[in-house]
C-alpha cells in the first residue's frame, strides 16, 4: 500500500492551484469589434504604463545609495517615487478590467451558468461601476484644471513643483477605467443579446456562406 508523503511539494502545488483558480476565475465573455479596439489601446496604455515600475526601482536604490553611502537625502527623489508609483498603478487599473485579473470574492458568481454571470455584470455595470466612474471623472476633471490654474507645488522644501500632473493623471485612469468598463459592458450585451454582434459569430457566419 502507498503512502502519501504529507510533506510532498505536490500537494503544495495543488491546493495552491486549486485557490488560485477559485481567485482569478474569469467569466468567458465574447468580443465585439469595437472592444477589442479598445481593448488594445488600453492594453498597450497598461503595458507601457509597466515600465514605470522599472524606474521607480532605479529612483529608490540612488535616493537609497544617496542617503546611506554620502549622507544625501533628497525629498526631491522621496517625491519622485510615490509619483511614478502613483501613475504607474493608475494607468494599470484599466488594464486589469481589461484582462478580468482583478480578484473576485464572490463565491456565488463562480458557481453560475454562463448567461447567470452575465447578468450579473450587466447590471453590476449599469448600477454601480459606470455611475461610480462618471461622476469620477465629472469631479476629478475640475479638480486637475484648478490645481493647474493655482500653480500647486509639494509644500515640503525642495518637493515637486507642478503637482496638477498627478492629479491629471488621475482623472485619466478614471477615463480610462470608464472606457475598459463600456467595452466590458459591450461583451455583455453581445451574450445576452446578440448586440455589438460578436466577432466569433461573424466568423461562424463567414465559414458557413464561403461552404456554401
Do not use: C
Not at 50 to 68: D, E, F, M, N, P
Not at 152 to 167: C, F, I, M, Y
Not at 194 to 210: L, M, Q, S, Y
Request: hydrophobic fraction near 50%.
Amino acid at each position: 500500500m502507498t503512502v502519501s508523503d504529507p510533506h510532498s511539494p505536490e500537494q503544495p502545488r495543488a491546493s495552491v492551484s486549486k485557490a488560485d483558480e477559485l481567485i482569478h476565475h474569469h467569466t468567458e465573455l465574447p468580443t465585439t469589434r469595437l472592444s477589442q479596439w479598445l481593448d488594445s489601446i488600453l492594453a498597450a496604455i497598461g503595458k507601457s504604463a509597466s515600465w514605470l515600475w522599472v524606474v521607480v526601482t532605479g529612483v529608490i536604490i540612488w535616493a537609497v545609495v544617496g542617503r546611506y553611502v554620502f549622507g544625501q537625502g533628497s525629498v526631491f527623489l522621496e517625491e519622485v517615487q510615490w509619483h511614478l508609483a502613483g501613475t504607474g498603478w493608475l494607468l494599470g487599473l484599466a488594464y486589469t478590467l481589461v484582462v478580468d485579473d482583478h480578484v473576485r470574492v464572490d463565491v456565488l458568481h463562480e458557481r453560475m451558468s454562463l448567461k447567470a454571470q452575465g447578468w450579473v455584470e450587466l447590471l453590476g455595470l449599469l448600477i454601480l461601476l459606470l455611475p461610480f466612474l462618471g461622476l469620477a471623472v465629472y469631479e476629478m476633471v475640475p479638480y486637475a484644471i484648478r490645481s493647474w490654474e493655482l500653480g500647486e507645488t509639494s509644500q515640503a522644501p525642495a518637493g515637486l513643483s507642478h503637482r496638477w500632473v498627478l492629479k491629471a493623471v488621475l482623472a485619466l485612469s478614471f477615463a480610462l477605467l470608464l472606457l475598459a468598463a463600456v467595452s466590458r459592458l459591450f461583451k455583455v450585451t453581445a451574450l445576452l443579446f446578440g448586440f455589438p454582434r460578436p466577432i466569433r459569430t461573424d466568423a461562424k457566419n463567414d465559414k458557413k456562406e464561403d461552404a456554401s
